[in-house]
DNA sequence: GTGCTTATGCTCAGTATAAGCATATGCCAG
DNA sequence: CTGGCATATGCTTATACTGAGCATAAGCAC
């Protein structure tokens, strides 16, 4: 997490052909996916009526992209941002024929910020413009109504048998359609599927198509394949680094916590062993007070241990190791 | 592993403060951590004698900016790219007083490539470059007899007692001083470390101080650093991720495969767990044949089932789920 | 054949995970 | 003040996965 400064560049070595430097003028942005969990539904800020993410150029960078990032953003909510990380930089041409226009480079990161009103303008939940990603109360219905069929045809359609079946496969197990266990991490690439099959917006606004029938919805240029790219990041994140708690108030329940996971990952958790893998963990730790918000037995407060992330190196194997 | 051309960009929504666009000259490079696994080593493709990253100007980028590095690479080396993969983008500013020479943004990316000439020119063992990183024969002493001694004094040069003891805690559970276990992926943390506490020549040439007694052979700017987070990304992948294949000849003995994996890792792994492993995930499929080039029993030879990339979508869940 | 070396197969115990049952503790209606 | 309801919390069982080691197989050198 510590990150040092970058120190004084000497020329680059360039072995690379063709090295001539800056010809053209490149136009760098920062783009920011941040995220919020509110009443049950994981929320990211946008702007222009839900239509982008939260853009900016780059020169607003104080010391580093990532304090500059934060400072704007904590100036902007009133809350602290509890964790940053880098997601990824975008610099693909624009489009053949635009020589002309600058070049822009993206700078995409992800950030954590704690629950706020849920009424603030600006968050909306993912599974707005995601719809097929929450499966907290079973598969949702578009999966089987209207993407499974447009995927079946999107299959169909490959001009070699080899590639219908690479197709009809890799739908199959990216969408859990057949009975393959649904993999709640793989948001980008399904995203990016539906995407090369003709089933989102963005892909039918570049075709010069109308965007009647795309899947979700859509947002302005690719910010809705950045959204996906940090919602992936943080789904796998989530189960082997505790950011959780950068999204939730100081203190709450084991219940609290778990919802808010769930929110998160799109599946509900089984409560008893959610609550025993906190513990045995020791991620949390009792406060001593209780709550009794909702109905039922009041439940004990929790707060997150911050010890153990020094204590522990985190992170473990998953290499048959040798005794040593 | 799709990739979307990045598609129009409409004017950026900025509401970030101060947007003055494109105001100063910003100059972005590519770097490329290049690795291969020969000879028992994992090395990487480095120029100026091993000193630094290969890496040029941005413009080359064909279509995409990970399509330029693979022809660039290809062009180079003569030998495919397997696996490209973003790495991070530094863009920190150089220094307080550079307010008029151009910004500095650096793209990095990880490029994996199979097996070649063990002498070819511009291969280096990482292990040069991170002696303390290379456990397959024990701890190396470096360890013990170098970083632990300047850890421990770093640690206790902090200010507050709060401070010492924290720092003393990270800094054995980062470098397993203790009994504490040794996290192979925590290589780039472990740099870091070493580079606020002072151990590392980048830091002391920064300083201005004599490079005498930096651990490690160092690299221009921060070349080592990126190197770090390159190796940290690959110990990490090749755990989730069927990357090493990328790494090997087409067909290859099970214990050259946990060879490599351990050249990569820095540990020893337990052979027939190991086997295990491999046999119960099926990621391989023995080819027929056999090899007898060194001594004893002839090893059956094998092949990497790409079939299981599109079949299985991988990677597993960490979470309680709730039956379904 | 004997002995050396590496390959490969198999076992056993300890630990983690999935799933469900049982009990505790509050509130509320009557 | 009692029974019903709702949630919290504790505990058990079966199964899968892992770490570690033993045992056997199949080549080669002598």
């Known amino acids: 997490m510590a990150s040092l400064s970058r120190e004084a560049f000497p020329p680059a070595v360039s072995i690379m052909p063709g090295s001539q430097r800056a010809s053209r003028s490149v136009v760098v942005d920062l783009i920011a996916v ?92 993912w599974y707005e413009y995601f719809p097929w990603e929450d499966h907290r109360a079973g598969p949702p219905p578009v999966i089987a109504k209207v993407l499974a069929p447009a995927l079946a045809a999107w299959a169909e359609a490959a001009p070699t048998a080899g590639m219908r079946s690479e197709r009809r496969l890799r739908a199959a197990a990216t969408f859990a359609l057949d009975g393959a266990r649904w993999n709640e991490e793989l948001t980008l690439q399904r995203y990016e599927m539906l995407y090369e099959a003709g089933i989102v917006a963005e892909r039918l606004r570049r075709e010069g198509h109308s965007e009647e029938g795309g899947a979700g919805r859509p947002m302005i240029a690719d910010h809705r394949r950045i959204l996906a790219t940090g919602i992936a990041r943080l789904r796998a994140k989530i189960k082997y680094r505790p950011v959780v708690f950068e999204l939730m108030p100081p203190t709450f329940t084991l219940l609290q916590l778990q919802r808010c996971v769930e929110a998160i990952a799109g599946r509900t958790l089984h409560k008893q062993n959610f609550r025993r893998l906190m513990e045995q963990q020791e991620l949390v730790e009792e406060t001593g007070g209780t709550t009794s918000e909702s109905l039922g037995r009041p439940a004990k407060l929790f707060r997150f241990r911050h010890a153990v992330v020094e204590e522990r190196a985190l992170a473990g194997t998953k290499l048959p190791l040798a005794p040593t």
């Not at 222009?48 to 960078?61: D, N, Q, T």
């Open 34 to 125: 941040l995220a919020a969990v509110t009443a049950g539904a994981p929320r990211v800020m946008t702007v222009a009526k839900g239509s982008a993410l939260p853009s900016g150029p780059f020169e607003l960078a104080h010391r580093s992209l990532q304090q500059g990032l934060r400072d704007w953003v904590e100036q902007q909510t009133h809350h602290p941002l509890g964790y940053v990380e880098q997601l990824y930089t975008f610099a693909d041409k624009d489009r053949a024929d635009a020589d002309t226009a600058p070049r822009t480079i993206s700078i995409s990161y992800l950030g954590l910020t704690r629950e706020h009103d849920a009424a603030e303008a600006g968050w909306h939940s």
